[in-house]
């Protein structure tokens, strides 16, 4: 029996009329430990972001662009319907499935309060009520093989990483709650504690094998912050590192997690308590008595996004390490090295070259490793067993990154193993042109992720070509790859906020032809001042070669030749130095081939 059986069963069993299934756990997580993996449970689907909703007879898993065509294939032959995410497209099948006043379950541990608002307002769209409860049956039906509980030790980050310290951090908040009249801020993010904190999981967490589960470095935990200044951390004293707990200042007390609704009630009585609703459970907010005196802020994530010089340093450094292993590889590919390998092998093989490195602490994320027909699924992970060999098709990319101690990378390069046709030099050249236009684009202050969402797509949108993914995000140190702003199209709290000067973002077209192949490049940029007062503009700091041979020169405006020509330059001055000699033999040809097709006009280019 699989496991929407049983839990059909249980909504049969119970009068249970239906059920969500997300992705997340009790900390919202966007990567859940194994454990935590109910959606992968019940439908298979391995994608780190989704949401089911299952009735006792039909079942239904939403999936963004990422994971569309991978949600299809994994799900493949299951009961399972795979649809759009989007409120309109739940809504729609909550009204083709349910009857009016028909009840859906929804563990509001595992909802944020921002997201449980907009569930009991479809609902009642939908014509059907939102039942929030506080225990997932899953939980129950999940016996068998579950992974152990994942909890790990906490340990301190330091300020030369951080570049701010804690005591500073935990001042500016409760300066800004004075100025609110607010009695206190609860931080229910484990990035945004780990941040006004300094603290991570401990190294040994983030150590995995390719393939394996993603880990982000954050200290699963709450934190309490009063406009007096003090907190109160709730968190399990047990897996706080002792030289931490004693580096910690005297107005920040640990408490039992247990306690949490307590304090928060006891605050409360003292006036507004503010909390960010995107990423604090219903169940936290549920536990303010009184609900008008719930306040919405995104203070610390909002300061988190912006990095201080310290932070800006330490990414720059963590790109020029993380360049040096990926350059290897490309060049190894590029001469025919990895000739049998196959998808998992080369995965397997970037994770090698980095932990050579002694800065290097784990991956950022799964390496997504993928050739030809794999590549169209656009955050493609290959496993294994079942990996495509790397010289079935011409086309391959690899989007990975690394945790150093005091910045963390995620690149995608795309390269041509073999001769590439002329449909997939034109595609890749005009993925290039926008990725270039986003990165050299001026903007006004103010301006959002929304507004500059059609800078790096207007190249593709010319030929009628799109990609089914967001164009960038924030990055953060020694955290997660994924953080706020975002550049995407439609108004969020991660995409409808200012982009500030400081900020780390992500630079990432590209293209995915379904049963046939993919592209994408990617890059980070920091937000900088512009030449012009007001303005704001991007410098590249990764440090990863284009492959020329899929770049169709003639295709390209003279700004454009003398912008790939520089930002190699630049490259290779930057890594050159630290790669072996065959590596730095194989960089220098490539540099020129760009170098010489510049029309040598000076452009104010920033990396």
């Known amino acids: 029996m699989t496991p929407l059986e049983n839990l059909q069963?249980?909504?049969?069993?119970?009068?249970?009329?239906?059920?969500?299934?997300?992705?997340?756990?009790?900390?919202?997580?966007?990567?859940?430990?194994?454990?935590?993996?109910?959606?992968?449970?019940?439908?298979?689907?391995?994608?780190?972001?989704?949401?089911?909703?299952?009735?006792?007879?039909?079942?239904?898993?939403?999936?963004?662009?990422?994971?569309?065509?991978?949600?299809?294939?994994?799900?493949?032959?299951?009961?399972?319907?795979?649809?759009?995410?989007?409120?309109?497209?739940?809504?729609?099948?909550?009204?083709?499935?349910?009857?009016?006043?028909?009840?859906?379950?929804?563990?509001?541990r595992l909802h944020s309060i921002l997201d449980s608002r907009q569930w009991f307002d479809q609902c009642a769209r939908a014509g059907v009520r939102a039942k929030f409860v506080d225990k997932h049956p899953?939980?129950?039906?999940?016996?068998?093989?579950?992974p152990p509980r994942f909890d790990p030790d906490i340990q301190d980050y330091p300020t030369r990483f951080a570049g701010t310290s804690r005591e500073a951090k935990l001042d500016r908040v409760a300066h800004d709650l004075k100025i609110e009249a607010w009695a206190g801020l609860l931080v229910a993010d484990p990035e945004d504690v780990s941040w006004l904190l300094n603290v991570r999981g401990s190294r040994e967490s983030v150590v995995v094998d390719a393939g394996e589960w993603h880990i982000v470095p954050a200290a699963r935990s709450r934190l309490l912050v009063y406009a007096d200044g003090t907190a109160e951390w709730f968190v399990d004293e047990e897996r706080v590192d002792s030289e931490l707990r004693t580096a910690l200042p005297d107005h920040v007390s640990i408490c039992r997690p247990s306690r949490l609704s307590e304090r928060l009630a006891s605050c409360e009585a003292d006036g507004p308590v503010a909390a960010n609703p995107r990423t604090t459970p219903a169940t936290l907010g549920d536990a303010v008595p009184h609900q008008s005196r719930l306040r919405d802020s995104e203070l610390v994530a909002r300061l988190r996004w912006v990095k201080n010089s310290v932070e800006i340093e330490g990414a720059r450094r963590a790109h020029i390490e993380d360049a040096v292993a990926v350059i290897r590889l490309m060049a190894e590919l590029a001469t025919g090295k990895f000739a049998s390998a196959n998808e998992f092998d080369v995965a397997m093989c970037i994770e090698s070259y980095r932990r050579e490195n002694p800065l290097y602490v784990g991956p950022s994320m799964p390496a997504m490793s993928a050739a030809g027909l794999s590549g169209a699924q656009a955050h493609y992970v290959p496993k294994r067993?079942?990996?495509?060999?790397?010289?079935?098709?011409?086309?391959?990319?690899?989007?990975?990154?690394g945790q150093y101690f005091g910045g963390t990378t995620d690149n995608t390069v795309t390269l041509a193993l073999g001769a590439p046709s002329r449909?997939?030099?034109?595609?890749?050249?005009?993925?290039?042109?926008?990725?270039?236009?986003?990165?050299?684009?001026?903007?006004?202050?103010?301006?959002?992720?929304c507004h500059l969402y059609a800078t790096a797509r207007h190249p593709l949108w010319n030929q009628g070509l799109d990609f089914g993914h967001g164009t960038g995000h924030g990055v953060g140190n020694f955290l997660n790859i994924h953080e706020g702003p975002t550049i995407s199209r439609d108004p969020s709290p991660l995409s409808a906020v200012p982009i500030e000067a400081g900020v780390i973002m992500s630079n990432e077209p590209g293209f995915y032809a379904v049963g046939d192949f993919g592209m994408r490049i990617e890059s980070h940029m920091l937000v900088v001042p512009a030449d012009h007062n007001g303005f704001l503009a991007f410098a590249t700091i990764s440090r990863l070669p284009i492959d020329p041979k899929l770049v169709d020169f003639s295709m390209l405006l003279p700004a454009e030749r003398q912008w790939l020509a520089d930002y190699h330059t630049v490259l290779l001055a930057d890594v050159g130095p630290r790669l072996d000699a065959f590596s730095r033999h194989w960089l220098e040809e490539l540099v020129q081939c760009f170098v010489a097709n510049s029309p040598g006009t000076s452009i104010q280019a920033r990396f």
């Open 9 to 108: 069963i249980w909504l049969r069993t119970e009068g249970c009329d239906g059920i969500v299934v997300p992705s997340t756990d009790i900390f919202l997580s966007e990567f859940a430990p194994p454990s935590e993996r109910r959606l992968e449970w019940l439908s298979g689907f391995t994608g780190s972001t989704g949401i089911a909703i299952v009735t006792p007879n039909k079942a239904a898993l939403f999936l963004d662009g990422r994971y569309f065509n991978q949600g299809l294939d994994e799900t493949n032959g299951s009961a399972f319907e795979v649809h759009p995410v989007g409120w309109d497209q739940r809504r729609n099948w909550l009204q083709n499935h349910l009857q009016a006043g028909d009840q859906l379950h929804i563990d509001r």
């Open 138 to 146: 899953i939980d129950d039906l999940w016996c068998a093989a579950r």
């Open 385 to 401: 067993v079942g990996s495509r060999k790397l010289s079935d098709h011409p086309i391959y990319w690899l989007d990975s990154g």
């Open 423 to 449: 449909v997939h030099v034109e595609t890749h050249t005009l993925v290039m042109r926008g990725f270039i236009a986003l990165t050299t684009s001026c903007f006004p202050m103010g301006m959002t992720g």
